[in-house]
């Protein structure tokens, strides 16, 4: 491996990463959109709001992410991605902010028919992400984003048979992971048994459908990207590709067992498989007529992007496990709990009444006001550049001691009137 | 490029403007609102006291809506890197990148731990919940940091040099961090972000207040942003002199358009309002000597014309002189409103009483927001026709794909209905009390 291909790895995991915990997310959507309007799709609709609304947020950064990393680290084949693919890729964006709206203003929706309204936006939109994005991967796939600005058909290059089936892929799949993840959710928050019963049944059609439709996609590619379909049955890419096809099988037979949570992993692997497979089939090459090491950013900017990645990655993974372990766990689930205030050891609130006694004595008030004459004695008359240092810390101290001089007083003041 | 770009250049450079004007107040409740929903929530820990812990929840769920709409339209804003200005991103990318990608983790921290703090309330122990919202804190100023240097690089471009229309010798960290445009312009928007959010929030129990709505729970959540606003806008003041010192050093031009100086002038003289035709400004007020003084602490310093670059290379003038003009008119308005609450607080100890303050506090929320538009068009327009500062046109960074009035078009009504929804959904919650919990004290309840 080179140095030039590490920033690609990194674009590709957080590809699965988000075709995982975000096609989760879509396919909820899908399910949404199938439960139906009104009062018979409610149990479906509310339990996959509740599961994703937490995380959808946190899922969402790694299309961000797999965004700045591939314009930092291979400008020449993001440019020349973004121009040509503007088409379904602005479809794409216009999908995540009707979805990133509709979880918003699902809160404030009370009752049944202004929620059946946010949902159906919601739903929507879920379906055509994912195959808008799809359509861009394959697009990328079989060859149809020349280098330079905006030079390949902006329609043709993602009409193509390959791009319209790998859109379709990604909605199945999405709905094919949604089913597993959401009856897992469904199991272990102890919800009835009718709904996970519903979700199981609709993950073992979904999958069979994803299924079909993956194998549907080779019969596509051996007509449409012919030298693609040749790389897919070689080398490392063929055990990628057996990887995914008895992980996909692996996921529907647990999933028939009831083994939900293992077969969230195993849904898991056969997204990495397939992401991993057309990678090694396309190497090295990453548009037509440009290789990896060509669109590549110079030495300088790859090690600063590894270095960015992987420190990020030292705060991002416990933080990101922390989340899950407390949506995993139940201890973050949604609704409105019946008790009010949980118990609290009020502390004797010392630190408060040493301030509220200083501020009263008037030296924060004073304090304030040096932090601010200083301030524009520095950054305002003086020219250097260290005394316009001294003058930004001098002006947020003073906001800071001002804050400090006049709120806690000011609070201690309204409790007493 | 060709004429083809040129054609709908302004279209995609409305575009750009309009995914900016929507998500830059949203930018503004990121960076300030989740330090003061933290600080309610301090004081319930201090006190135990039911009403802090009400207005944190409340303002949680404000806090929660918003980002929400933060994070669809800033998302809009990552396409249109690629989308709108794909030469832009593929010529430079590898130079100013490296911002957005660690910018990428602060916002990673941000929506995890914006999750975890929404849906934790009741759910984790106070002190555990409470400190969750630390790094919420921490990733909007890391955020904003990564952001502005981009942008900050834009205006004052380094740690690179051009080789034909190839970006060469390529050094990010000089590029992003070696950068004294950077720290006048953070400053400046860190602080704008509290005074947007304070006078927002304070305006809207302002309103209250003259409406009749005036117990304690109201009077504590309008003290609280209406402090840190008012400390926030004089100093404010302070940072964009600043600033425009430093644009006077750096981007002589962009200057030049703020004044309407046409040609260069020894002890230049400022001109407040007026309109700029002819190569001067006409029917304004003029103060002798003021801009040089300004500008260079020195009345007789010469300023910098426009005419020190030919026609085509001028930002529009009177659009960057009526922005600049609008930032620092209403900036200068909104620190004298401070400085009128903290003079009451001080000398008085008390929050003022006159109808007019409070009316005036209810328009400063809305008149902080066209500050804010106002001094980003500034910067922004005034850097044209520039997008990288004497080194890359506007015009060659666009994209090569036509129709980009049927996106502007989707997009603006997209963002009509999620405005709608915003405000829909920002009365429900301003109505709705908490589910299990009294709700806020009726107002009458509390004595004057």
Known sequence: MHLYEVPLIFVLVGL???????????????????????????????????????????????????????????????????????????????????????????????????QDRVDLVFALSSVTTPFALGTVIGAIASRT???????????????????????????????????????????????PRELQEALRARALVAGAVAGLVAVAGLIVLHADAHFLYTRLFEGSALAAVIVSALAGLATLALVFARLYEFARYSAGLAVAAVIAGWALAQRPALLKGLTVQQAAAPHDTLVLVIVAVLGGGLILFPSLALLFRLVLRGRLDYGEDADGAPALAVSDGSGLTRLLAVSSSGLLARVAGACLLIGFGTLTVAEAGWAHAIGVVALLGFMCVGFLAIVPAQMAELERE | MGAAHQAYLLEARQMQALSFAVHIPLVCFGIAFPAMVLFCEWLYLRSGDQLYRTLARRWTRIMAALFAVGVITGTILSFEMGLLWPNFTATFGSVFGLGFAIEGFSFFMEAIFIGIYIYGWNRLSPRAHFWSGIPIVIAGMTGSLMVIAVNAWMNHPGGFRMAGHKAVDIHPLKALFANGFLWPELTHMYIAGYIVTGFLVAGAYAIGRLRGKWGRYER????????????????????????????????????????????????????????????????????????????FHNPEATVQGLDTVPKDRQPPINVVRFAFQAMVGIGTLLALLGAWLLAVRVRRRRLPESKWFYRAVAIAGPASLVALIAGWVTTEVGRQPWVVYHVMLTSEAVTGAGGIVVGYTALALVYLGVACGVVWILRRLARAPLGGEPSSPPSTAAAG
């Open chain 1, 145 to 191: 984003v020349p280098v330079g600005n905006a030079a390949g058909g902006l329609l043709s290059s993602w009409t193509g048979a390959t791009p319209l089936i790998v859109g379709v892929l990604a909605v199945a799949n999405s709905a094919y992971i949604a089913a597993v993840f959401l009856a897992a959710d469904a199991k272990r928050t102890g919800r």
């Open chain 1, 16 to 114: 699965v990463l988000y075709a995982v915990l975000a096609g989760a997310d879509f396919g909820a959507g899908f399910w949404q959109l199938l439960a139906g309007p009104g009062e018979r799709g409610a149990p479906i609709r509310d339990h996959a709001h509740e599961a994703m609304a937490p995380v959808w947020e946190a899922n969402h950064v790694w299309l961000i992410f797999v965004l700045t990393v591939t314009w930092t680290a291979y400008p020449s084949a993001f440019g020349a991605i973004a121009s040509t693919l503007c088409v379904p890729l602005f479809i794409a964006a216009l999908g995540i902010v009707m979805r990133g709206a509709a979880y918003a203003l699902r809160a404030g929706t009370s009752s049944v028919r202004e």
């Open chain 2, 220 to 295: 504590t959540a309008l003290a609280i942003p209406l402090t840190i606003a008012a400390l926030a806008s004089p100093v404010q003041v302070l940072v964009g002199d600043w600033a425009a010192r430093d644009v006077a050093v750096q981007q002589p031009v962009k200057l030049a358009a703020f004044e309407g100086l046409a040609h260069t002038t020894k002890g230049a003289s400022e001109h407040i309002l007026g309109w700029y035709e002819d190569e001067k400004v006409k029917y304004g007020i003029g103060i002798p000597k003021l801009l040089s003084f300004l500008a």
